[in-house]
């Protein structure tokens, strides 16, 4: 089982305000904690929150921002964005059976 539907709801909660948000949901889906979606969302807050979760991206994007230019700034965090996606998609990509 992938637990689709409580990490799904944790995460669509984390996106659309704070964390607690994402975990409130995820005890709406799960009542009882029966599923090990709790433990996947707290591992991946400690890699999540210090970077892209109002961490260092947000604390030092004005002044990259105001260094180097928006255009520049633009393109790193594209470049970034990409490398994310890329290895995202091939190591946590589909499985095959």
Known sequence: MTYWLERGIGDFGQSMGITATGLLLMRVADPE???PAYEGFGYKQL???PF???GLV???SAPLIFQFGPVPFLIFASIMT???LLVGLRYFGKKKD
């Open 47 to 49: 890699v999540f929150e």
């Open 58 to 60: 947000t604390a030092l």
């Open 52 to 54: 892209l979760g109002g």
């Open 82 to 84: 990409l490398i994310g």
């Open 33 to 35: 904690m029966k599923s």
